[in-house]
């Protein structure tokens, strides 16, 4: 009987949870914001690429005009042309050295990078990333008001397709419903986050932590960096990029499913009954209070939503329209937790073996 009860519980105290962490982070959580013109002199905008020609043609325009003192994309042994590309547009192009025993493909990629300029601030950023007019005036801006050692933004999610909104959306929830922005801002590592989509370090803290070679074997290298950074004693800032950054990460729901299974296991403490757990209440949550026809729950569910689209700025019909999708979330999930619980995952003709990965954390 109190296991019935507490079965019924569940549902309202996960929601009950969600939706007052996303009520605290309404009126806290940083967003950039416009900004004067900053000192750019010092910034190296730095770009990992591995076969992104495609992204590269839309996105890498919008960096050039920054004002950065340069823009560093560096050629992860690409066959698309993404190194001739990346000239033609007026980048400064790298070519990649060949994937080192034990280190990842994008952590090597950076710590290229990083080898390859002197400047004070280093800023990583995605081939998927677009920046909007003035993005790095206001990146500036954000972390010398935050004093921030490493400042982190979650870009907005620019999906255009149907299949791309089924999962993609699940970024900002996990930011937004579970971890409220007081609690990041203590200076413990455990309570640290990251996106690796934009990273800006200052220099000093990022040689101080070891940079991306002592987390050179991590699929979640971005959230162990954050932790790197407050172990050191440095702070980290994180912020939502609104209308000044966008991403568009995957171009339909099989990308969305084989990227987020690359990580899902490393989310989750490397655990495969944790894996299988979250899963569980995620379904028992969203999904069986549709069956149940439990309108109130739905009702919860849908204000979760709405609250994390106002947070990020999608608030355009589409946008708002992908809200219904709710209950089914956990079914359309279901795919990323199998692939997560392998033991090893394939990105970009790459394969890691997870258990190594995910259980070396700092």
């Known amino acids: 009987m109190k296991a019935g009860r507490l079965w019924r519980a569940l549902p309202w105290v996960v929601l009950g949870v969600k939706v007052t962490v996303a009520l605290v982070n309404l009126p806290t959580f940083p967003r950039l914001r416009p900004a004067g013109p900053q000192d750019k002199a010092a910034v190296s905008m730095l770009v990992p690429a591995r076969n992104e020609a495609h992204n590269l043609s839309q996105t890498l325009p919008s960096l050039l005009v920054q004002g950065a003192r340069d823009v560093l994309v560096l050629d992860d042994q690409s066959r698309d042309g993404t190194g001739a590309l990346a000239r033609r547009l007026g980048a400064q192009v790298l070519e990649g050295r060949p994937l080192p025993q034990g280190w990842n493909g994008k952590t090597w990629a950076c710590w290229q990078l990083a080898q390859a300029t002197g400047s004070e601030w280093l800023l990583f950023t995605d081939a998927d990333v677009h920046w909007g007019s003035g993005a790095l005036d206001a990146l500036l801006a954000e972390a010398r008001r935050s004093n921030a050692d490493l400042l982190s933004v979650f870009p907005r999610q620019n999906n255009v397709t149907p299949g791309e909104r089924l999962l993609t959306p699940l970024v900002d929830h ?61 702070t980290v800032g994180v912020a939502v990029g609104r209308h000044l950054l966008g991403v568009r990460m995957y171009r339909s729901y099989a990308e969305s499913v084989m990227g987020f299974g690359k990580n899902a296991l490393t989310v989750h403490g490397g655990s495969r009954v944790a894996l299988a757990l979250s899963w569980g209440v995620h379904a028992l949550t969203y999904t069986w209070p549709l069956v149940r026809g439990h309108r109130a729950l739905l009702a919860l569910a849908m204000a979760e939503g709405l609250l994390v689209r106002v947070l990020t700025g999608r608030t355009r019909p589409a946008d708002l329209a992908e809200i219904v999708l709710a209950p089914a979330v956990p079914l359309l999930a279901l795919p990323v937790y199998l692939r997560a619980a392998h033991r090893t995952v394939e990105w ?15």
């Open 174 to 234: 996990v930011l937004l419903t579970l971890l409220p922005a007081p609690l990041l801002r203590l200076p413990y590592p455990s309570a640290s986050a990251a996106n690796g989509q934009v990273m800006l370090f200052r220099r000093a803290a990022y040689e101080r932590l070891g940079g991306h070679a002592a987390v050179r074997n991590h699929l979640l290298e971005d959230v162990a960096l954050s932790r790197l950074v407050k172990a050191t004693g440095g």
């Open 348 to 362: 970009k003709g790459r394969r890691y073996a997870q258990d190594r990965s995910s259980g070396d954390r700092p």
